[in-house]
């Protein structure tokens, strides 16, 4: 564990942890010598936490619709309209447009629900992955493979 201290007044702001093959953050915010807030980070990982879940809510209960077919079908006949009826942000749209599965999760996304939404555009469990790793999927795929040799 590596603690680190503002210079000047010796006031935590991040404490550092590894388990041997990840590094945990904590950055840390200091009034008086006590903590105000923490927020834990894991390198190269969007967290969903309950700030992700306040911010995703309506993308995320969009994508829960779609259990049902019909929303489904009327998902794909106007998608932005049925964006519109769930209050998605501006930046919710756009990764919906894009297709962007990243910057679903950035924007709140649980991907557990953002399953639901890449079905509706063909994509499954293994392109999610390709993109949040930044792979191709073929290499994505052999990656995997790789791992349970």
Sequence with gaps: MRVLRDARTRKL????????RRIYNCACSAV??????????????????GEAAQKGYALNKMCFSFNDARNRAAFRDDEEGYCARF??????????????????????????YLAKLAGIFGLNVQDLGAQQ?????????????????
């Design 13 to 20: 702001i991040q404490i550092n942890v590894c388990d041997g």
């Design 32 to 49: 008086d010598g006590g903590i105000v807030s923490r927020k834990r980070e894991i390198v190269g990982t969007i967290l969903f936490d």
């Design 87 to 112: 209050g998605l942000t501006d930046l919710q749209r756009e990764a919906v447009r894009g297709r962007n599965v990243l910057a679903m999760l950035a924007a709140g996304g649980n991907v557990y």
């Design 133 to 149: 790793t930044g792979q191709s999927v073929e290499a994505f795929k052999a990656r995997l493979a790789a791992a349970g040799d």
